[in-house]
């Protein structure tokens, strides 16, 4: 959605709102609350043009439009932009009484320690975070108000898990396109037992009432994931691939998971997989499109075909998990919280591994070439 004249390509509109959305959206929330919404528990940055940026905004009361206006006027330049996104962040922080990152009194403790970068592109895998509890230098998002709903804080909570998930080499390379196609094949290929390990528990959240919502056959991925791998490696796929050491231990949680009957932390690994598959993974798939010229084999899994608004399912989908946390005591919604953490945390050392695994061929292909 873009509002008003814009003397910018679509294609820069679209990257810096991807930036501004899946790298601040924390920004995003600060600004929202500067600048009209003081109580919005939700902005995403919908449109920019030459005046103006222009956000959607969730508060209690609903969904809104906010636009606000370039401080320094008109601009025409795609450097421009992050200077005026900047002024405005800076101008919210003034308004909110927040501490700018990079500031004297910034601090590990105040949400907005450490810097802020321009908007260059998107560096990881999905939209899974919220929150982290302080790793100096990193960004931190703006605090929530007290009665926000619990999606909100599992996003708050999780934003630095997020980070940590998405900063891991292995899968950085992928997003800047830096990484040969066999790293995207060995991904796709652990993405085969994490998803077989998470619908074979998913039906188990047909037990209670909380949970059934999140069953979807919009979201079942392994069709998805068999087509991808017979096209990227061919017909005899299942006998040359393998899981590294951290997908297994992965795909033991969750089934333990099932095994406990601990069904909200299904919905945590559910949550965590497929709300990052319906946003940053989006973006995986069109870097893969560029990078390597496929068009719909190779990336079936990241098209969500029946879902005609992903956006709106993502709404549905959070409303769906406030409805579960109103069901769960202060207790169950850390347990909820360790458990998304967890899953965070298994995904990074799934991506270690894969580095490893990489490392190590290379390794391998030195020394044979070295007694050649």
């Known amino acids: 959605m873009v509002i008003g004249m814009t003397a910018f390509s679509q294609e820069v509109i679209q990257a810096v709102l991807t930036h501004m959305n899946d790298d601040h959206n924390d920004d995003c929330l600060l600004i929202a609350r500067a600048f009209g919404y003081p109580d919005a528990t939700e902005a995403k940055m919908v449109g920019l043009d030459t005046n103006s940026g222009t956000w959607r905004v969730v508060n209690p009361a609903g969904e809104h439009q906010l636009r606000v206006e370039w401080p320094c006027g008109v601009i025409s330049e795609r450097a421009e932009i992050r200077r005026e996104i900047v002024a405005l962040y800076e101008e919210a922080c ?3 009484g927040t501490a700018p990152r990079g500031s004297e009194t910034a601090s590990s403790e105040n949400p907005h320690a450490g810097g802020y970068s321009a908007p260059h592109g998107h560096h990881g895998g999905g939209n899974h975070g ?10 931190q998002p703006a ?3 007290d009665d926000a709903p619990f999606s909100a804080v599992v996003r708050h909570r999780s934003w630095g898990f997020h980070s940590d998930s998405e900063g891991a080499s292995f899968m950085a390379d992928i997003m800047r396109g830096q990484a040969p196609l066999q790293d995207y094949i060995d991904l796709v290929a652990q993405h085969y037992y994490m998803y077989a390990a998470l619908e074979e528990v998913t039906t188990l959240l047909a037990q209670e009432d909380a949970t059934r919502p999140f069953i979807s056959e919009e979201l079942l991925r392994m069709s998805a994931l068999e087509a991808d791998l017979e096209h990227l490696i061919g017909d005899d796929w299942r006998e040359k691939i393998a899981p590294v050491p951290a997908v297994t231990e992965y795909t033991n949680r969750i089934r333990k998971c099932g095994a406990e009957g601990y069904l909200p932390g299904i919905v945590a690994h559910h949550y965590t997989r ?3 598959d319906l946003s940053g993974g989006q973006m995986i798939a069109r870097r893969m499109r ?4 496929f068009e719909h084999a190779g990336v079936e899994f990241y098209e969500f075909n029946s879902i005609p608004d992903l956006d709106a399912f993502k709404n549905e989908y959070r409303a769906n998990l406030d409805a579960l946390g ?3 005591d202060a207790a169950g919604h850390e347990r909820f919280l360790d458990e998304v953490r967890m899953a965070y945390e298994f995904n990074t050392a799934v991506f270690n591994d894969l580095a ?3 490392a190590e061929a290379v390794t391998r292909a030195t020394r044979r070439h070295a007694t050649l």
């Open 130 to 139: 919220g929150a982290h509890h302080g790793h100096p230098g990193k960004k």
């Open 274 to 276: 497929y709300l990052g």
């Open 143 to 145: 605090p929530l108000p």
């Open 94 to 96: 003034k308004k909110t």
């Open 326 to 328: 109103e069901t769960l």
């Open 290 to 293: 560029k990078q390597h010229g």
């Open 356 to 358: 490893a695994v990489k």
